[in-house]
């Protein structure tokens, strides 16, 4: 199987980013990283691309005089790397729909909730707000609503009567360092298939390793 080139967006320090450069190491995602595409030139994602030896490339969306000139931008620097997956791991705007339409099937973004509740920002906050009892997080392909494409993974975990925003957003995190490594493998072994709203995950192989 041929390996698939992968890039990642991310705004801040980028610890799904990291991830995803340790699984590749391991050997776990059939992939290589071929550049980190960030719109914030202070990101710490940026260090960690830096030291894992990844190609940075810097879209300051404070450079761009209205948003369609950003996206723009931004879409020329995807086409160029010509990666087979886009993976969003905290980055922190809504793509546009020239952006989704032409990458359709090829972006991935993983979000710290149990979609479809609590989409956009603060959603460990909203889920403590609303009371629920189990939070989790979603990686799922992205489409032109916000947090609203197809589901690829899902996992859960307890909200304890003493969870602050801060411990309930570690123990998600910790749940996204494991789905989206597992997402991204699943798509570079072509085991995803969208069918409508459903992504269906098709057997293994012999060879592919099941966890």
């Known amino acids: 199987m041929p390996v698939k080139r992968i890039a990642v967006l991310a705004s801040g320090r980028g610890s799904n980013f990291q991830a995803v450069i340790d699984a590749i190491a391991r050997g776990e995602i059939p992939a290589?990283?071929?550049?980190?595409?960030?719109?914030?030139?202070?990101?710490?994602?940026?260090?960690?691309?830096?030291?894992?030896?990844i190609p940075v490339y810097i879209v300051d969306?404070?450079?761009?005089?209205?948003?369609d000139a950003y996206e723009q931008a931004l879409c020329r620097v995807m086409?160029?790397?010509?990666?087979?997956?886009y993976i969003l791991a905290g980055y922190m705007r809504i793509l546009g729909g020239g952006i989704v339409k032409h990458f359709h099937?090829?972006?991935?973004?993983?979000?710290?909730?149990?979609?479809?509740?609590?989409p956009?920002?603060?959603?460990?906050?909203?889920?403590?707000?609303?009371g629920v009892k189990v939070s989790g997080c979603t990686v799922?392909?992205?489409?032109?609503?916000?947090?609203?494409?197809?589901?690829?993974?899902?996992a859960c975990v307890r909200v304890e009567e003493e969870d602050d925003e801060e411990t309930l957003s570690a123990r998600i995190l910790a749940l996204e360092h494991r789905c989206l490594p597992e997402a991204i493998r699943l798509?570079?072994?072509?085991?995803?298939?969208?069918?409508?709203?459903?992504?269906r995950i098709l057997p293994g192989s012999a060879t592919s390793p099941e966890r």
């Open 32 to 53: 290589s990283c071929c550049g980190l595409i960030t719109d914030n030139a202070g990101a710490y994602a940026i260090e960690r691309a830096k030291k894992a030896g």
């Open 187 to 199: 798509f570079c072994e072509d085991r995803l298939i969208i069918d409508g709203r459903r992504v």
């Open 120 to 130: 956009g920002l603060h959603a460990q906050r909203q889920a403590l707000g609303y």
């Open 61 to 67: 969306y404070g450079a761009y005089p209205v948003k």
């Open 79 to 85: 086409k160029d790397l010509s990666a087979d997956l």
């Open 140 to 154: 799922h392909f992205v489409d032109e609503g916000m947090d609203s494409g197809p589901v690829i993974i899902q």
């Open 105 to 118: 099937g090829q972006l991935m973004n993983i979000h710290p909730a149990l979609l479809p509740g609590f």
